[in-house]
Structures are given as structure tokens and as C-alpha cells.
């Protein structure tokens, strides 16, 4: 079993920052791509952000430039460093963690309960 774990959601101002971290742990053998996802109100869950194990990025277009996922492979831990940050940005954000993993080495992809994201004045 693979429990993810997400921290550093909170109320920010419109313009300003905050960084989310993930943390996989559990039966984890390897993990091949940690994404970042965010749902609002009344919203689809939308992808913002992925890397995979090499390093290579993939970021919705709304967030170029001002947010970057970044990972340490030794902690099963990935990061989300948003910057000018909006109103509308404001969301539960999900990760994602996919790889293998178990006695049998079977894929998995296991979510994180969340961590709300409050962009308001």
C-alpha cells in the first residue's frame, strides 16, 4: 500500500506564493512520474504540473512561468513552488504518484487526500 501525503495549502494573498510539498511512502519499489493536480469549486480536477523520474516536466499552460515542480527521488517527495498566485488558482490540490510497487511489483497510482489553496485579498 502507498500513502501520499500533501502540506503547505493555506490563504494567500492574490500575487503571492506559496510551496506544496508530497510525500510517497509505503511499498514503493519505484516511482515513475509525481504530478500535481487541482480541483475548484464546481470545477473538473485539472492536471498543473508533472515530472517524471528523469526529470522531465509537464505544466498546463495557465501556470508557465510562474509555477515549477521539482522532485528529490531520495524522499519520494515532490514540490510545487507557485508564484503570482490568483484568485481563480484557488482549489483543492491534489498529487499524484504513480510507479510500482507491492510484493508483486504491480504498477500503481495513488492520490492524496488534498490541501486547499486560498487565493483572496
Known amino acids: ?9 493555506g490563504l494567500v494573498q492574490p500575487g503571492g506564493s506559496l510551496r506544496l510539498s508530497c510525500a510517497a511512502s509505503g511499498s514503493i519499489f519505484s516511482i ?3 504530478g ?3 480541483q475548484g469549486p464546481g470545477q473538473q480536477r485539472e492536471l498543473v504540473a508533472a515530472i517524471t523520474s528523469g526529470g522531465s516536466t509537464n505544466y498546463a499552460d495557465s501556470v508557465k512561468g510562474r509555477f ?6 531520495a524522499k519520494n517527495t515532490v514540490y510545487l513552488q507557485m508564484n503570482s498566485l490568483k484568485p481563480e488558482e484557488t ?6 504518484v504513480e510507479g510500482r510497487g507491492g510484493f508483486l511489483l504491480h504498477d500503481f497510482a495513488s492520490w492524496g487526500q488534498g490541501t486547499q489553496v486560498t487565493v483572496s485579498s
Do not use: F, L, P
Request: glycine share 8%; proline share 0%.
Open 36 to 38: 500535481w493536480y487541482r
Open 68 to 73: 515549477t515542480i521539482s522532485r528529490d527521488n
Open 1 to 9: 500500500q502507498v500513502h501520499v501525503v500533501e502540506s503547505g495549502g
Open 32 to 34: 515513475s512520474a509525481m
Open 91 to 96: 482549489a483543492v490540490y491534489y498529487c499524484k
